[in-house]
């Protein structure tokens, strides 16, 4: 099965900082069919996840433009311009080209 | 609009069994597949597998090809998860999920212990 290896583990930011998020796979994500299927999703306390981004760096409808994703083959990003107490939580990276899907570890991002 | 309503939540003994219940709403059911997804207590997300609205053929990720069954009441909208002699390690949250990408709309989650 294909690895995600997301950092850091843990993320500190101040309101209004920018951060970013990396994602690792374990192999390409790119598909015979060239598309890349890398998701980011968002799982706030006590709440089911919500998908952010999907093919890499398509804006899911309804989800603010300070987010973004960015990357390609094994290599990507999740980067939130200008952090709002809304987006505190867990953010998964989660890859559908190989099956079966999998997830990234996670990578909860707190208050400072 | 769009909802995926799960069932509630669940205690168990080990060695008994479970159905979960996942109703779509607000869309033609058919024409998404539906896939779950895992979680332990204070874990990350498991990929369980996802099961074809359309023909009901079921695709189950190694962990769950035993114990496990993804069901269809088609009329109803709605999918299930059985979960057959259950074991202490079942115990999570259960989420069903539509299955465009890796997950568009998501149920509540159901909370199942498993405990004797």
């Known amino acids: 099965d294909v690895v995600l290896t997301q950092t850091p583990p843990t993320l500190s930011a101040t309101i209004g900082q920018s951060v970013s998020i990396s994602c690792r796979s374990s192999q390409s994500l790119l598909h015979s069919n060239g598309n890349t299927y890398l998701n980011w999703l968002l799982q706030r306390p006590g709440q089911p996840p919500q998908l952010l981004i999907y093919l890499v760096s398509r804006l899911e409808s309804g989800v603010p433009n300070r987010f973004s994703g960015s990357g390609s083959g094994t290599d990507f990003t999740l980067k939130i311009s200008g952090v709002e107490a809304e987006d505190l939580g867990v953010y998964y990276c989660v890859q559908s080209t190989h099956a079966p899907n999998t997830f990234g570890a996670g990578t909860k991002l707190e208050l400072k | 609009q769009i909802q995926l309503v799960q069932s509630g939540p669940e205690l168990k003994k080990p060695g008994e069994s479970l159905k979960i219940s996942c109703k779509a709403s607000?869309?033609?059911?058919?024409?998404?597949?539906m896939q779950w997804v895992k979680q332990a207590p204070g874990k990350g997300l498991q990929y369980m597998g996802w099961?074809?609205?359309?023909?009901?053929?079921?695709t189950y990720a190694d962990d769950f090809k035993e114990r496990f069954v993804f069901s269809l009441e088609t009329s109803a909208s709605t999918a299930y998860l059985q979960i057959n002699n259950l074991k202490n390690e079942d115990t999570a949250t259960y989420f069903c999920a539509r299955r465009r990408g890796a997950g568009d709309y998501w149920g509540q989650g159901v909370m199942v212990t498993v405990s004797s």
């Open positions: 607000g869309y033609t059911f058919t024409d998404y597949a």
């Open positions: 099961i074809n609205t359309q023909t009901g053929k079921p």
